[in-house]
T-cell receptor, first 115, second 114 residues
Framework: KAGVTQTPRYLIKTRGQQVTLSCSPISGHRSVSWYQQTPGQGLQFLFEYFSETQRNKGNFPGRFSGRQFSNSRSEMNVSTLELGDSALYLC??????????????FGPGTRLTVL | DQQVKQNSPSLSVQEGRISILNCDYTNSMFDYFLWYKKYPAEGPTFLISISSIKDKNEDGRFTVFLNKSAKHLSLHIVPSQPGDSAVYFCAASGDGAGANNLFFGTGTRLTVIP
């Protein structure tokens, strides 16, 4: 079974621009979660989508948004980019999501650099 | 507010010996715990998990121990191999923490010396 894929792998943007990142979950997985990893803050939860609905959201500003399509693929959008948005953005999929006993499997991440 | 803490940023161990990585948590609602291994420029790879109804789970060279009263878990790797050198993250989730929201520790960099 193919793993979680994320595109693009690397991205360079300038302040004020917007960016869209894409994630394809493992086949059959319906839950997709997004995380931000920075050296100072570690891995932080952004949001989770299940059956095209955002089910849970972390403590990030409204500039961070996402969506999920009927095939479970997900996109994450960041508008009005700030220097502090430079990070590794990780997507994880799990079969059902929901209660915590559902293991999440991560993609390789998208490295976003904001200049 | 860091709900999952890994207080040792790094650990060095000789090949063949035991590696013990520790993790503490503060949220008593957490009931599922996971360990992930991460190489540079890659996403975390799931290693092993444990539900709060157990106090030990073993998978090959990897064993996770959970002490709920102390809100502490540990990952034992025996014997350690050079290929185990990576950053290890513990993560937790559960009711009250938000469905499918994993809270991660800041990671411990393990170096296994040949």
């Amino acid at each position: 079974k193919a793993g979680v894929t994320q595109t693009p792998r690397y991205l360079i943007k300038t302040r004020g621009q917007q960016v869209t990142l894409s994630c394809s979950p493992i086949s059959g997985h319906r839950s997709v979660s997004w995380y931000q990893q920075t050296p100072g803050q570690g891995l932080q939860f952004l949001f989770e989508y299940f059956s095209e609905t955002q089910r849970n959201k972390g403590n990030f500003p409204g500039r961070f948004s996402g969506r999920q399509f009927s095939n479970s693929r997900s996109e994450m959008n960041v508008s009005t980019l700030e220097l502090g948005d430079s990070a590794l953005y990780l997507c994880a999929s799990s079969p059902r999501g929901g209660r915590g006993t559902d293991t999440q499997y991560f993609g390789p991440g998208t490295r976003l650099t904001v200049l | 507010d860091q709900q999952v803490k890994q207080n040792s940023p790094s650990l060095s161990v000789q090949e063949g010996r035991i590696s013990i990585l520790n993790c503490d948590y503060t949220n008593s609602m957490f009931d599922y715990f996971l360990w992930y291994k991460k190489y540079p420029a890659e996403g975390p790879t799931f290693l092993i998990s444990i539900s709060s109804i157990k106090d030990k789970n073993e998978d090959g060279r990897f064993t996770v121990f959970l002490n709920k009263s102390a809100k502490h878990l540990s990952l034992h790797i025996v014997p350690s191999q050079p290929g185990d050198s990576a950053v290890y993250f513990c993560a937790a989730s559960g009711d009250g923490a938000g469905a499918n929201n994993l809270f991660f520790g800041t990671g411990t960099r393990l170096t296994v010396i040949p």
